[in-house]
C-alpha cells in the first residue's frame, strides 16, 4: 500500500495523484501536466483488477533519469547532495513537484529545464481511495 511504499526508501517514492484514461483500447496515466502511456502488461494487470480511474502514481527516484533525450519537460528547483548522489527536484508543472536520483558527478543548476524519462516498469499504481497497489 502507500504507506509502506512510501516508507521504503531513501529518498521516499514520488507519489503524484492521476486519472486512468483510456484512447484506442490502451492506459496512460494522467497526471496534469503529462500523460505517461503504461505499456501493455500493465493495461492488462490493472483491467484485471478492476482499477478505478483516479489513481496514485509511484515512482522511485532512482527510477527517474534526466537525460538529453528524455521524453518530458521538467525545470530544476533544488539539488541537495546526498553522498553519491545527488536528489534533483523537478517541478513538472502544474504543482507537480518529485525527486530524482542521479550520480553524485552531474551538474546541474537552479532553473535548468532539462528532459526526463520514467521507467514506467517500474512504476506503482494506488487505488486513491483505498491506497491499495494494484501493481
Known amino acids: 500500500n502507500v504507506f509502506v511504499a512510501g516508507f521504503i526508501g531513501s529518498p521516499p517514492m514520488n507519489f503524484i495523484d492521476g486519472s486512468l484514461v483510456e484512447t484506442d483500447d490502451k492506459l496512460a496515466i494522467d497526471i496534469g501536466p503529462l500523460k505517461l502511456p503504461l505499456p501493455e502488461d500493465i493495461t492488462t494487470v490493472l483491467k484485471e483488477a478492476g482499477a478505478k480511474e483516479e489513481v496514485i502514481f509511484g515512482i522511485r527516484p532512482e527510477d527517474i533519469q534526466i537525460k538529453p533525450d528524455g ?15 545527488l536528489i534533483v527536484h523537478l517541478n513538472l508543472g502544474e504543482g507537480v513537484l518529485i525527486r530524482a536520483l542521479v550520480p553524485a558527478g552531474a551538474q546541474f543548476n537552479i532553473g535548468e529545464k532539462v528532459k526526463i524519462t520514467f521507467d514506467i516498469e517500474k512504476a506503482h499504481i494506488f487505488d486513491r481511495k483505498t491506497e491499495k497497489a494494484y501493481i
Not at 519537460?73 to 546526498?82: K, M, Q
Open 71 to 85: 521524453e518530458y519537460p521538467a525545470e530544476i528547483y533544488v539539488v541537495e547532495p546526498l553522498g553519491r548522489d
